[in-house]
């Protein structure tokens, strides 16, 4: 691919970004993530209902005055629901998407709003143009035996863990890196980072995904696409922090760096 082939294609994934986060239901719609568990009441702020956790799942207990559907179809009474395909939600409120989501065991519901101020108030994502000095060779190691997983920080001040698949080195500023990765379910690579532009040119974090590696673990780091983390759209999401050692010391003066 040419560098001009390769620009138009990171100004083609940058327009698709700025899409897919002001959708309807993209990120800057989500006004709430409420967990279960820290409303014994089954009442949770905002949202009509009780919601209760029962085993495997949670269950919804309604009245016709609620003004909640289920599968597009006015509820009242009693239903036994499973985790949603987020942002996709059996529950509705109007407009709004009613999600039931679990981590690690705890459920809750993730409230979004095509409504909302964040998603009314968006102007654009700050990026930086397309640099090709900033794509570069990548190698990936898996760990030995089983997957790591660590216990991090989350931007809702919770720890979890995050499972690690191996490391991504690479070369910058002539000199080898690495990050921790884990792999997602389609292969690709996927970081939490941070760089010694983190909380002060850019968000205080980010993510970076890579293709998935070949037979020999050859791959590609792409800075130009280091992405800003769902918590950087709206408060109420969970991203992890970067675990131990994937703090960059260097300035990465690529991709995304904060909203307009």
């Known amino acids: 691919m040419t560098a001009e082939d390769a620009s138009g294609d990171w100004k083609r994934w940058h327009e698709q970004r700025e899409e ?152 910058l500023a002539g000199e080898e890196r690495t990050l921790q990765v884990a792999e997602q379910a389609d292969g690709r690579l996927w970081a939490v980072f941070a760089d010694s532009t983190s909380g002060h040119s850019s968000f205080r974090f980010r993510f970076l995904y890579s293709a998935a590696p070949a037979a020999d673990g050859s791959t590609t780091v792409d800075l130009n696409r280091a992405q800003l983390p769902p918590c950087a759209f709206a408060d109420h999401f969970i991203c992890p922090f970067p675990p131990p050692g994937n703090t960059l010391d260097v300035a990465v003066e690529a991709g995304e760096r904060r909203l307009r």
């Open 20 to 171: 897919q986060v002001s959708a309807p239901y993209g990120p800057l719609a989500l006004v709430g993530t409420h967990w279960i568990e820290d409303h014994p009441d089954g009442r949770l702020p905002g949202v009509p209902g009780t919601w209760a956790v029962d085993g495997e799942g949670v269950v919804l207990t309604a009245t016709g005055a609620d003004g909640l559907a289920v599968d597009g179809e006015p509820f009242a009474g009693e239903i036994r629901l499973a985790a949603d395909a987020e942002p996709a939600a059996r529950v509705t409120l109007g407009e709004r998407h009613l999600v039931v989501l679990v981590r690690e065991g705890v459920w809750g519901v993730r409230d979004y709003d095509p409504d909302a101020g964040t998603r009314r108030a968006f102007r654009g994502i700050d990026a930086t143009p397309y640099d090709p000095g900033w794509s570069v060779p990548g190698r990936f190691t898996p760990y030995d035996g089983d997957r790591r997983s660590v216990r991090v920080g989350n931007a809702d001040g919770r720890e979890r863990a995050l499972v690690l698949a191996g490391e991504l080195a690479f070369t």
